[in-house]
């Protein structure tokens, strides 16, 4: 089954830019969604498809992609942005998903 | 809205089933797929399934294979998730999550509010 790759922890001053990173095969094939969840929260989409943001999130938020890697961008960090983050790609091969591990983003 | 609003916390014993609901509103229930992730205390998002709009095909993590079973009622617009034989590593959130596509292009919203199942003893 494919995975998804994410660094566990990542930390940013406060109104600096932050890229948080993905890494699998899937990403090859498809595009990545991304996800921010807070402490005691449901996970809230911030990024689809190639780089698109719903409806409420920031334009500080963008999404880029480079052969296995998708990456997740915050320029200028907020201090409400201090959240978990995970990716997740539906499997190049299977009718079925995967998350990564997630990252812990601090606001310094 | 889009909206999904999952039943209350349950509580269970070890080797015992769970039946979770998500009730659908705002949207055309028979129109998305619906994925089912869960959230083991202090761990990440773990994908378990998705359910297909009219609810005859469903596709399950490997993991989950044998256990899980998910249903939707398609006069309510509800989708269920029922796990069975618990053991006490099955103590998570359980989330409900609206599939979104496109071309290539995959994406979960909204989510459920969650609900937490724990298995004890």
């Known amino acids: 089954s494919s995975e998804l790759t994410q660094d566990p922890a990542a930390s940013v001053a406060l109104g600096q830019t932050i890229r948080i990173t993905c890494q699998g095969d899937?990403?090859?094939?498809?595009?990545a969604s991304w996800y921010q969840q807070k402490p005691g929260q449901a996970p809230v989409l911030v990024i689809y498809?190639?780089?698109n943001r719903p409806s409420g999130i920031p334009d500080r938020f963008s999404g880029s992609n480079s052969g296995n890697t998708a990456s997740l961008t915050i320029t200028g960090a907020q201090a409400e942005d201090e959240a978990d983050y995970y990716c997740?790609?539906?499997?190049?091969?299977?009718?079925?998903?995967?998350f990564g591990g997630g990252t812990k983003l601090t606001v310094l | 809205q889009v909206q999904l609003v999952q039943s209350g916390a349950e509580v269970k014993k070890p080797g015992a089933s769970v039946k979770i609901s998500c009730k659908s509103s705002?949207?055309?229930?028979?129109?998305?797929?619906m994925h089912w992730v869960r959230q083991a205390p202090g761990q990440g998002l773990e994908w378990m399934g998705i359910?297909?709009?009219?609810?005859?095909?469903?596709t399950y993590a490997q993991k989950f294979q044998g256990r899980v079973t998910m249903t939707r009622d398609t006069s309510t617009s509800t989708d269920y998730l029922e796990l069975s034989s618990l053991r006490y590593e099955d103590t998570a959130v359980y989330y409900c999550?609206?599939?979104?596509?496109?071309?290539?292009?995959?994406?979960?919203?909204?989510w459920g509010q969650g609900t937490l199942v724990t298995v004890s003893s």
């Open positions: 999550a609206r599939d979104v596509s496109a071309v290539t292009s995959w994406w979960f919203d909204p």
């Open positions: 705002g949207y055309t229930f028979t129109s998305h797929f």
């Open positions: 359910i297909n709009p009219s609810g005859d095909s469903t």
């Open positions: 899937s990403l090859r094939t498809f595009y």
């Open positions: 498809g190639k780089n």
């Open positions: 997740n790609c539906r499997d190049s091969s299977a009718f079925l998903w995967v």
